[in-house]
């Protein structure tokens, strides 16, 4: 039953000294699996393997420790809901706890497919071997799906990799889902034939439970090129269920909305890295958009740095993915993004774009020659 | 096109000043809409109708102030992924900025069912026409799906009212769903015989995407009372599913895995009654699990307050649904929890029922005296 196998979760502890903490940590394994009075507990083999075990514990930091943790890869299921409910579920509600990184060995990561596509799946799909990939969103919100294909077209034009609607757009009586998806896509069609390109049009198919299949499905059937997610609104395990699926076969970007909360405290929550990077991944996201240090949002460089390196760092068989920086970036921090990036990224400029003359795909070209194409 | 008609948001926001407020509350207006730079809007149409806007602004403590903020209900289309992407998808990533309280216009809150059963439903169902209810799980996560039938059936015995999985309870192999939901239904189902209540067995069908449907549906086919699902896992919109699903047609129970991170910081997320209270009501739960004060976790009783509050507040025809204080609650508490919550309540005791005694019926039936059964 049980094979003896654990995957590892890593937290963050606040407490003052280290008697606190290994209570905290300790509190942590029970909480996470039992929930339940310890001493109650009459059989041998739930001590022995449900019960989460502390690993290691030191501290890292004034106050701050570092627990790792094993939990058998039985209670995780075969499932992502549950695994994330053991990594996570309850103690979500306990402050001073941070899930800093997980390692799944691999009769668990093997349960999972990951990324579809990841990084060299999509530079395949797009024909760009190397250097950074290009993109940008449609939007505003209050366009119509006619104004958006237009500038979806011209974007194209200019050489973009990847079009993402903007994941405030799902099914507004101002812009329907099925309209903004088949003209968008159409657009972008055309604009391909023109360039010789591959450009992929990506619309948001964040949607109610009930239609989320039938959003993917008539998104695929109009000839998109993958989908925007944004797995906070949706689900996890929605966005799994996309990238897992065959008929679908299409690369994901996923969307931070709402996702904020577990990493905008920096001792509660996840690290910027276990979420946005390792867990989006695990999850099926092949590119993972999130706020860039020094635009609209507030993210440091050190933690945008810890996204980039869980996106890559091993995790079985699961591919690495794109990190996708995004959130207000302007053209002329190009040069910057590519120093701190490098070429392994998909920059993501959005309104900027409109802010260099009323030329949209001669904008776009400035974009490209920013990163010498 | 547009009718004019707004929602309300009611957001607390971190600022030195109140102009650096204004500042902020503004950002929430464009960020939660157009995300695009303001002067690059050449429609006037987007400008009236898609931009937030603030109706009031004032300091309500030092540094913080209350931004009442109105949007266009036509930006948050007919679903529930997007108005709370509306409400609070990007600016999650932004410090400072915490969801007090919604308010939904008929208009709005017409196009959500809610709880199908809510108080006076569940109360219906259950026979039990007032006073507190009473409500227990069956764990800890290690044992069969025969030891688990077996404790739900002493504990419907005992009479119980309601009878829930641990929320860990997935489909692991030392407990398969299917075979844990039929044998918990039927023990069920046969003390009910014996007592002549209706005890309801709520089964845990948070699940991935994939299976929701399915398990939904085992569950139901088994004769199961209710369900117990975690939206921080699923979805909120998987449980709205459910809400509306007129063929389950059974009672939710949701419980707050996951979502800890949203409430754990006083100055960022969402308060606890909008989180637990508002927006799983409107996600369809009938009762809605959190942690009480004093127990495991670190609930304050002043939020304990704001989440029964929430349950009850007017909000257009969603029905009122029961609160739901747990996680690690005993009997010795019942006085001082009736005292704080009134009859209008569902206790949640847990492990505490496995310390007075071996018999588990004869717990039950104290803890039943408890609330003057």
Redesign the interface.
């Known amino acids: 039953?049980?094979t003896g196998e654990r995957f590892i979760a890593i937290y963050h502890v606040s407490a003052k000294d280290k008697e606190e903490a290994q209570v905290r940590a300790w509190?942590i394994c029970l909480?996470?699996?039992?929930?339940?009075?310890e001493d109650?507990?009459w059989?041998e083999?739930?001590r022995e393997?449900?019960f989460g075990r502390i690993a290691s514990l030191e501290e890292v930091d004034f106050g701050r420790f570092q627990a790792v943790v094993e939990f058998s890869v039985?209670?995780a299921?075969?499932?992502?809901?549950?695994l994330?409910?053991?990594l996570?579920?309850?103690?979500?509600?306990?402050?001073g706890i941070r899930l800093m990184k997980i390692q799944l060995p691999d009769s668990l990561s093997s349960l999972y497919r990951g990324p579809r596509f990841g990084c060299e799946g999509l530079r395949e799909k797009l024909n760009v071997p190397e250097g950074p990939l290009l993109s940008t969103a449609v939007?505003?919100?209050?366009?119509t799906a006619e104004e958006l294909a237009e500038l979806a077209y011209r974007f194209a034009l200019g050489g973009m990799d990847m079009i993402k609607d903007?994941?405030?757009l799902?099914?507004?009586?101002?812009c329907p889902f099925e309209e903004r998806i088949s003209r968008c896509a159409e657009a972008v069609r055309r604009a391909n034939q023109e360039t010789g390109r591959n450009c992929l049009y990506m619309p948001n198919i964040?949607?109610?439970?009930?239609?989320?299949a039938a959003r993917c499905k008539f998104a695929k059937d109009a000839g998109v090129g993958g989908f925007v997610i944004?797995p906070?609104?949706?689900?996890l395990?929605?966005m799994?269920?996309v990238a897992d699926n065959d008929e679908l076969n299409l690369p994901i970007l996923s969307h931070?909305?709402?996702?904020?909360?577990?990493?905008?405290?920096n001792s509660?929550?996840?690290s910027h890295g276990v979420l946005y990077g390792q867990i989006n991944r695990l999850a099926g996201a092949d590119a993972c958009i999130f706020?860039n240090y020094g635009g609209?949002?507030?993210f440091m460089p050190q933690e945008c740095r810890d996204i980039v390196d869980a996106t890559q760092v091993p995790m079985g068989a699961i591919k690495p993915i794109f990190p996708v920086p995004a959130g207000g970036m302007k053209l002329q921090r190009v040069p910057e993004l590519l120093e701190f990036y490098g070429n392994h990224v998909i920059l993501l400029i959005?309104?900027?774009l409109?802010?260099h003359g009323p030329d949209l795909s001669e904008n776009c070209k400035k974009f490209a020659r920013l990163v010498g194409r």
């Open positions: 039953m049980y509190d909480e996470q699996t039992i929930e339940f009075p109650l507990v059989k083999e739930i393997h449900v039985e209670v299921g075969r499932e992502l809901t549950q994330l409910n053991v996570f579920g309850n103690i979500s509600i306990k402050p939007k505003p919100m209050g366009l903007d994941h405030g799902s099914d507004q009586e101002f964040t949607s109610p439970f009930h239609e989320f944004s906070g609104l949706s689900g395990d929605a799994r269920w931070p909305a709402m996702q904020g909360s577990l990493t905008v405290h509660a929550g996840m706020p609209r949002f507030a959005g309104g900027d409109h802010r």
